[in-house]
């Protein structure tokens, strides 16, 4: 080809005329843009291997911080608590002298200002608690005061502008909590919409416990607190810190390195529900927090090892139990835990922040501070943190999307909160609030390749046998009808297999479970006998029905069978199962049973292959040379004999790409496994039940993500594992079959 | 199967002894094998014929129209009960099991069989289906003057015509005089009907159109910092037009309504108890236990062109599936009209411009992983990235006005021919590669030695030749792109869609919009749809339809194909 249009260039060359000029224009233009077209093929793949990925990449990075702002204290002001606003534009930060500092992050935030918290008389600040944007302060008169940096923004011409507040929730007046009004010297502080509880640790070292109810008056509809105070009798004679749960039910109370802790909701609250010694040896105890929910105690000391404790169901009832540990550099100052998400940040002695995810164990951050902090706290939308230094606070904006997606969490076990063990769990959804994702890939790529080997080890052998007998056997006539028909099965969209496989085939299979292992063994025990009568018939009634169509005279044999046992599945099931097979499986055998199951999936979708692994392996057997064959039997041997000695031999590279190319349709296939399974996430090789595919996955849970969230990622990454799953089969099938062309190219 | 595999493996060449009595003879020809073979053929023949047959013939019985049956039947506390209705299934249940539960039958009985039969009246009966058990049936009749009347809301209402109200005017009698005055009245309420929809489709839709667009304009300027109080007037005053039209139509459309309630039909259902049902909720009505079969096979016809013809009701599961034939025919031609070029293009670069190398190696493997990623993550792809970042930044480019509700941002028949595009690209080059290789060699030398360049050449000469074989390649994709549904889920379809991507309004083609399509039709309502039982005869329905029309374009695709390797062959020659 190229050498003739050389030979036309060179001729067109000698005799260039205008039109000529254009001419040879148009032809080179036609080939740049025919070779970018061709191109293009190329670049649509990689343009879908680079999206995936660009969009993937985000889940695995390290989280980064800068320093953006940094604002002096005033001189002789001890800061006691730190926050900033939503949109990190106006800081603020509380001092010892009960006064609110309002500053600016940005240069288009209203100027510092100072609000005074309205203490009467005597009072004076003794201690104080922060969760979220709550901040209350423990009195000197045993009274707590509860109040609320608050921002509201409005729009004016000049565009958005925020005015800082304070609210106090529970009213101006500080509230009494200690009857015999002691200073109170620890405090800890939790509440919602109908419950407020407080602890509190008073100078003459009593525990506290003050729960304010809210109750409705039904008449104005006003909600009023109503206030019940408890003590604690017997406390550990040291208490160095004490934390209560978030749903105000459990209180845990630090004493060195013990650990008490207390079921505030028990009758019995008094009495510690359990004792536990946190510290490895000679280790001090540095710090104590809560993870975000509450179902966590992260513990600090002086090696340097954080460790996280949850309670889990045990013999003796629900016990602290140490979970993992992780490490920093000198000991541990201080621990704060993000509000929403399981990440907590770390100040060692040596001036460091350190970031941690709890559950996927990642090391987020290690990076020095500029000033070294004592305190340090997130920003409500967990973009920034705010570290109290001696002489300043300083602004740092964190970059930290995605914490909780490592390598080893999608794919290793992960001990959840809650949960008895480490497992492997996909679970993205849930309906409450403080839900923490669970998104290991390993029990949906476990479902992918169940569903694909159930399938396959339906197809395989009817389309490959199939292949066998259409390429070799069969006479060219029938061929030329049975191999189109088979193949128009692959045009069958997979929605309607699947709409069959989940409401007609399940139905039936549940109800007639014997007969689909009957017809196993009962269809080609039929097919041997009648070939065996076959062959002993007359010799003219043997002419007559001609063994070349085989494959018809079988159909009605086939069908004869298994409408026979069909008939006979009711008698077994009745004779052998108890008269039903679906609570003799379940019981008697205790393998659990799903209507639309792995075998459901596996015939619907086998079916769906086997036009596939069918139509390559027969153009592969059909492409042996004739001559092979020929030489074969000329040497005396059987059909069979030639056939499994030297043809399939021969072909094998080419069936090994048809079962490659099939198993790739298998593993992406979505639409059958979505309809004809429950969906559900489990690891389990049982036939019975079903399973959750990455595809059926992506198909259900994609259009519920949120654009750019984790989850969307991690679908996006589990797209990317089916397309490098498929990629790896099929570029391994294509190559066997280009070096199969080649082979018999030489032949 | 598995086991004869194994078999396979033992059986050496060259081991044929001669083996004592004709059975062992036999089974060492390996002839049971080659039976065993051609029974693999069969099942697989059986399975494709059965699922088609299987198909076709729940798809097409769901039109028939179905005797109604009365029964007496006997209920747990002893009384009898009178049950009308259509027999959708019958299934045998072990008497064994029946007996543990509680029900009395006698011992040489070892099945029951049970029905389930279609009751209607949705609105005044717990379940509009319900099982009887052939012990509990005392008597069954198929009386002639049992009705079924179709409605527009809860369904088939199954009864006796009693009597029929004409604007006022109670018109009882025989049963004829009944059905001739329902048929006028019901003839013109259609007509009040057609009248109400044309007003509706053609003139308010339009208005509603313009107003939005009115609204974008005025937005635009604010954006633009142009409205000036010209143009505002100018707006309120267009704006003003528009609306004193919308009401003068509505108050029209409300009087077509209005009149179309007067009449109703009285009907005494199952319970003995008089229903009226406004003729405003009936869509027709029929006597099927009159009917003769040519009669039934005339309403075969009708129901089936309603199917193919009407839009949805009652959240898919009654009524046609029009919006979705419509949607799955717009988005595959649009996606014809993308996926050719290119497919075509790149079939020539690999078919008459690449060498032998590495890059044309990699097209080669690039076209066959193509062919085999999994389409979900083509709908993926095409939601990431035709979506949010091409139709995201479209927004932002030519749509600031409409901004913060997407246009091309969100899920649309667009992207959705485009993702599907990407995935039949590879059927279209390989069937047009395929239609390159069998044109003759001699005919492009021919053509170059007359002087044509190479792109005259291709363009006069092969490509005209070779345009069968596109064809059949487009054939295919279309057949694929037609069936696929996994992609689409992402990329644009809904269960619901308020209009169609083609309407009366300039641009005409909307292709922002959302679509229904035939396959995701299936799912949705298969599996998503409250009351499965009464629309799986639908979901078969409209799966007879899609898998025609697919098994139907991939036998043309075939047929052409295999002219086409004919006419070649005899060039060849």
Request: aromatic content about 10%; hydrophobic content about 45%; glycine content about 6%.
């Amino acid at each position: 080809m190229s050498q003739s249009a050389d030979i036309l260039k060179k001729q067109s060359r000698s005799d260039l005329g205008a039109s000529d000029t254009l001419r040879a224009f148009k032809d080179r233009f036609a080939r740049y843009s025919i070779t970018l077209g061709g191109l293009m093929v190329l670049m649509t793949l990689l343009m879908i291997f680079g999206y995936l990925l660009y969009v993937v990449e985000p889940v695995f990075r390290d989280a980064s911080i800068h320093i953006t702002h940094q604002q002096k204290i005033d001189q002789g002001d001890k800061v006691v608590a730190t926050g900033s606003d939503e949109l990190n534009e106006v800081g603020y930060y509380y001092n010892d002298n009960g006064q609110l500092n309002f500053y600016p992050l940005i240069e288009t935030s209203p100027a510092k200002s100072v609000v005074d918290l309205p203490l009467v008389g005597e009072q004076t600040i003794t201690s104080f608690s922060h969760t979220n944007s709550d901040i209350v302060f423990g009195l000197n008169d045993g009274s707590v005061l509860l109040s609320q940096p608050s921002f509201t923004m409005s729009f004016t011409k000049y565009g958005r502008r925020i005015s800082p507040q304070v609210r106090y929730p529970l009213g101006q007046q500080s509230l009494q909590i200690d009857p015999a009004k002691k200073a109170l010297t620890k405090l800890t502080f939790q509440r919602d919409e109908e419950q407020v509880t407080t602890v509190a640790l008073t100078q003459d070292h009593r525990l506290v416990i003050a729960t304010l109810t809210a109750q409705e008056n039904f008449m104005t509809e006003e909600v009023e607190w109503v206030s019940e105070v408890n003590e604690l009798t017997s406390i550990p004679t040291t208490v160095n810190k004490i934390l209560i749960t978030p749903d105000q039910r459990l209180l845990f109370v630090l004493s060195h390195t013990q650990l008490y802790i207390y079921d505030l909701a028990s009758d019995n609250f008094d009495a510690p529900r359990q004792v536990v010694e946190v510290s490895e040896a000679g280790a001090k105890v540095t710090d104590i927090s809560l993870l975000s929910g509450g179902s966590s105690i992260l513990v600090g000391n002086s090696n340097g090892v954080i460790s996280q404790w949850f309670e889990t169901k045990t013999q003796r009832g629900r016990r602290l139990t140490k979970i993992r540990e992780f490490s920093v550099e000198g000991s541990v100052e201080k621990i704060e835990a993000e509000p929403f998400r399981k990440t907590f940040a770390v100040l060692n002695s040596e001036g460091d922040i350190r970031l941690f995810h709890s559950t996927s164990e990642a090391d987020l951050l290690a990076a020095p501070l500029v000033h070294k902090a004592t305190q340090l706290k997130f920003s409500p939308r967990n973009n920034a943190l705010i570290f109290t230094t001696p002489n300043s606070i300083d602004f740092y904006t964190l970059d930290n999307e995605h914490p909780e997606v490592t390598w080893s969490a999608l794919w290793q076990e992960v001990w959840y909160e809650g949960y008895p063990e480490a497992d492997y769990v996909w679970q993205s959804t849930s309906a409450s609030d403080d839900f923490e994702p669970k998104l290991s890939l390993v029990p949906i790529s476990f479902g992918t390749i169940k569903a694909a080997l159930y399938a396959m080890l339906f197809a395989v052998p009817i389309a490959i046998a199939g292949a066998i007998y259409t390429a070799y056997f069969m006479p060219p006539k029938l061929r030329k009808i049975v191999k189109p028909t088979v193949e128009t099965m692959e045009a069958l969209p997979t929605v309607i297999l699947g709409f069959l496989a989940g409401l007609w085939l399940a139905p039936i299979i549940e109800d007639y479970l014997p007969f689909v292992f009957m017809i196993l063994f009962v269809v080609p025990l039929a097919v041997v006998l009648f070939a065996y009568a076959h062959h002993c018939l007359p010799k003219t009634w043997r002419n007559r029905l001609n063994e070349e169509y085989s494959t018809l005279m079988l159909i009605p044999i086939i069908l004869l069978a298994s409408a026979a046992c069909y008939g006979l599945s009711p008698v077994i099931e009745a004779q052998f199962m108890g008269g039903d097979a679906r609570m003799f499986i379940s019981n008697e055998l205790g393998i659990d049973f799903d209507q639309r199951n792995a075998l459901i999936v596996g015939i619907a979708m086998g079916f769906a292959v086997i036009p596939t692994i069918f139509s390559i392996t027969e153009d592969a057997i059909f492409s042996v040379p004739q001559h092979l064959s020929n030489g074969s039997l000329a040497l005396g041997a059987t059909r069979w004999q030639t056939l499994v000695g030297v043809v399939l031999l021969t072909a094998s590279p080419g069936i090994f790409s048809a079962v490659m190319m099939g198993l790739g349709r298998a593993v992406g296939e979505t639409m059958i496994v979505l309809m004809a399974t429950g969906n559900t996430p489990i690891m389990d090789w049982n036939i019975f039940e079903g399973m959750r595919t990455l595809s059926a996955n992506i198909a259900v849970e994609m259009p519920e993500s949120e654009v750019g969230s984790t989850h969307y990622r991690v679908l996006f990454l589990a797209a990317f594992v089916l397309f490098i799953f498929t990629f790896f089969f099929n570029t391994v099938a294509e190559l066997v079959r280009q070096r199969l062309r080649d082979k018999y190219g030489s032949l | 199967m598995l086991l004869g595999m194994k078999k396979v493996g033992t059986n050496k060449v060259g081991t044929n002894t001669d083996g004592a009595g004709s059975m062992k003879k036999w089974t060492k020809s390996g002839s049971p094998m080659i039976w065993l073979t051609s029974g693999a053929v069969s099942v697989s023949l059986i399975a494709v014929l059965g699922l088609l047959g299987l198909i076709a013939w729940r798809g097409l019985v769901y039109f028939w129209p179905s005797t109604i049956y009365q029964f007496d039947v006997v209920n747990p506390h002893g009384q009898v009960e009178v049950v009308i209705g259509e027999v959708y299934e019958t299934d045998m249940i072990p008497a064994q099991r029946l007996r543990e539960n509680g029900h009395i039958i006698s011992d040489d009985v070892e099945e029951v069989a049970s029905l389930l039969v279609k009751t209607g009246n949705r609105e005044l009966v717990e379940l509009d289906f319900r099982w009887l058990l052939t012990t509990t049936i005392k008597s069954q009749q198929v009386l002639p003057n049992l009705a079924v009347f179709e409605r527009n809301k809860n369904g088939n209402f199954y009864g006796t015509m009693s009597s029929v109200t004409v604007d006022g005017r109670k018109v009882t009698g025989d049963m004829d005089t009944l059905i001739e005055t329902l048929d006028d009245s019901l003839e013109r309420v259609e007509t009040l009907q057609d009248q109400a929809d044309s007003l509706q489709n053609d003139k308010i839709n339009g208005l509603n159109f313009q107003l939005e667009r009115l609204r974008l304009k005025e937005r635009r300027f604010e954006i633009d910092n142009e409205l000036t109080p010209d143009r505002a007037v100018d707006l309120k005053v267009q704006r003003k037009t528009l609306n004193d039209e919308y009401l003068l139509h509505e108050a029209q459309l409300f009087k077509f309504r209005s009149a179309m309630t007067r009449d109703f039909v009285t009907v005494k259902d199952m319970r003995g108890k008089f229903v009226n049902i406004n003729l405003s909720n009936l869509l027709s009505f029929n006597l099927p236990n009159q009917m003769n079969v040519l009669t039934k096979a005339g309403h075969w016809f009708v129901n089936i062109g309603n199917f193919v013809m009407d839009d949805p009701r009652e959240a898919n599961t009654e009524g046609g599936v029009f919006p979705a034939i419509f949607g799955t025919i717009f988005m595959v031609m649009l996606m014809a009209v993308i996926v050719t070029p290119f497919g075509v293009v790149a079939a020539i670069y690999l078919h008459e411009y690449a060498k032998k190398g590495i890059v044309t190696k990699f097209i080669r493997i690039a076209v066959i992983n193509l062919a085999g990623v999994p389409s979900v993550v083509y709908g993926v792809f095409g939601l990431g990235f035709f979506v949010y970042i091409l139709g995201g930044s479209i927004d932002d480019l030519f749509y600031p006005e409409a901004s913060p509700s997407p246009v091309f941002g969100s899920p649309g028949v667009l992207w959705s021919a485009l993702t599907l595009a990407i995935l039949t690209l590879p059927v279209v080059i390989v069937s047009t590669e395929e239609g390159l290789s069998r044109i003759p060699i001699s005919l492009r030398q021919g053509s170059l030695a007359l002087g044509a360049t190479k792109a005259e050449t291709l363009w006069k000469v092969v490509v005209p030749m070779a345009s069968p074989a596109i064809m059949t390649g487009l054939i295919l994709a279309v057949a694929r792109a037609a069936g696929e549904v996994a992609p689409l889920m992402l990329v644009g379809v809904v269960k619901m869609a308020p209009t169609l991507p083609v309407d009366g309004n300039f641009p005409f083609f909307h292709l922002d919009r959302k679509f229904m399509h035939l396959g995701f039709h299936i799912y949705d309502v298969g599996f998503q749809s409250p009351n499965v039982e009464a629309a799986r005869p639908l979901v078969f329905a409209s799966s007879f339809l899609l898998v025609t029309v697919i098994v139907g374009l991939n036998m043309t695709a075939i047929r052409i194909r295999n002219i086409l390797r004919e006419k070649y062959r005899s060039l060849e020659h």
